[in-house]
């Protein structure tokens, strides 16, 4: 990959990960309800789980379900159906560990939630299309290349949202106020995901 098509792709990565959506509510819930510290695993969750989905992605799957209409509408919708259940819980969690909130936040749920993200495939089919160079030889080694540039970049903008979370977690200190703080979260999860499919 060449270097200013790195850098191109950096920036555009930075973007993508940074503005809001699914991900990032998620990622700002578990700092509100978890702390840095403890978000941490959500952090690297869904930037792993965002690279492992553009990689193949790139590679291949994504010409796959292009390929087949039904496919890719049954994907649509169900992600959708799956995050808007997800808002609900978030919404309606009283806060605080061991609450029902916290089944979303950490590694493995937050790499899986990448897959019935909407965002996420739009970013990942967008990056392979517009970044993925067809000349290059050996498409896993290209795959790779956006995958590992997608996720340096992504790394420091889910913290980013991560910190902010845990940044307004002193405001939150009590259960009421958690309560509602889930309650807003979840709504624009939902409101996201609407924006997404309709």
Sequence with gaps: MPADQIVAFFVFSLVAAGTPGPSNVLLTTAGANLGVFRGLPTVLGVSLGMGVMLFLV???LGGLLLDSPAALE????GGGAFLLWMAYKIASAEGGPGTKAHWALGF??????????????LVSASAAA???DPTAEGASGAALALAGVFVAAALPSCFAWLSFGAAIQRFLHNERRLR???LV?????????LWILF
Excluded: C, D, E, I
Aim: hydrophobic share 60%; proline share 6%; aromatic share 20%.
């Design 58 to 60: 790139a590679f291949g």
């Design 130 to 132: 517009t970044y993925l």
């Design 185 to 193: 979260m979840g709504a624009l999860l939902a409101a996201s995901v």
């Design 108 to 121: 493995l749920p937050a790499a899986a939630f990448q897959w019935v993200n909407p965002k996420s495939w």
């Design 74 to 77: 049954g994907l649509r919708w």
């Design 180 to 182: 509602r703080f889930n």
